[in-house]
């Protein structure tokens, strides 16, 4: 188990709360989407909502490199390079909503009305596909044995991809078959697959668990 000592159990901790502070992240982006997909919201709102988003990932980047500092000689080189390449790869979906959210407010765009139940339906998927994510990396430190032998929970991560792909052509095919301009599609077209990058990188990062798992395993 990576918790059985206490230098473990202090790592565990720290990337429990980075975590967790990805996961605060990832809420106020969908606050900040729901507001960006109502056409009555003022563009203040949005950009109060933009810095709170902001705010929490630059949380998530100070609990990234404590648990990294943390890792010392806790854990053999190869168990470092793994832990240090999952947390990382956590970090980036708080990047990515920061990166959404500013451009909507630098555009001063608006989520056309008609998707925005499906938009949100995809971000709603996708915050159920990181707390799968995250129940993963709690086995991981609480019972890695048990983990090895069946990781059946990480398909759930990709099921839960897989649900987000679904959505995603839905909106591409409803997109263009607008009546609207090329670029004013494909603006649009951009922002829903920015959005489905976010659950890309957690099925990636599902991939890592597998493949340091049957490293181990091996």
Known sequence: MFTKTSKGKAVYLLITEQIRDVEACLLYFESFMKAACTPATVHETLKSLAKNVSDAEAKADISLRKMIDSLGSAYLPSTREDLISIATS????????????????????????EYSEDILAMLSVTHEQFEILENCIGRMFASLGDFLKDHSLLDEVRRKETAVDIIEQKLYEQIYGLDLD?????????????????????ENIADKIQIMLITRKA
């Open 182 to 202: 090329l670029a004013h599609k494909m603006q649009l077209a951009q922002y829903v697959e920015m959005l489905a990058d976010i659950s890309d990188i957690i």
């Open 90 to 113: 956590c970090d980036k979906i708080a990047n990515k909503c920061e990166s959404v959210s500013n451009r909507v407010v630098l555009q001063r765009f608006l989520f056309p009305e």
